[in-house]
Nanobody, 123 residues
Framework: QLQASGGGLVQAGGSLRLSCAASGRTFSDYAMGWFRQAPGKEREFVATISWRSNGSTYYADSVKGRFTISRDNAKNTLYLQMNNLKPEDTAAYYC?????????????????WGQGTLVTVSS
């Protein structure tokens, strides 16, 4: 029900825009988030946005100022604009939806997950 896309190979300093399209239900009342998991590492929080299209956002310190999370509820789509990418941003990126509309960085509190889209940043 959540389909992430937009990953790819990019050089350090470059940009990518990830999308997460929802289907089967409307996620406009859900808080949404992005997480990532690098090879051999645990999944980590990246960013979250409240249920409103221009809602509150919260970022991990490691991406603050470089990444922007946004959503278009009319299109039932979540985005992650990633600028000034670094090799340490290399990971599989996952989108997720939280049914109570509450922003959280805790992955266990999300109810729906998309499949990962791979981002590789070369140095």
């Amino acid at each position: 029900q959540l389909q992430a896309s937009g990953g790819g190979l990019v050089q350090a300093g470059g940009s990518l825009r990830l999308s997460c399209a929802a289907s089967g239900r409307t996620f406009s009342d859900y808080a949404m988030g992005w997480f990532r998991q690098a090879p051999g590492k645990e999944r980590e929080f990246v960013a979250t946005i409240s249920w409103r299209s221009n809602g509150s956002t919260y970022y991990a310190d490691s991406v603050k100022g470089r990444f922007t999370i946004s959503r278009d509820n009319a299109k039932n789509t979540l985005y992650l604009q990633m600028n000034n990418l670094k090799p340490e941003d290399t990971a599989a990126y996952y989108c997720a939806a939280e049914s109570h509309g509450m922003m959280t960085k805790r992955g266990g509190e999300y109810d729906y997950w998309g499949q990962g889209t791979l981002v590789t940043v070369s140095s």
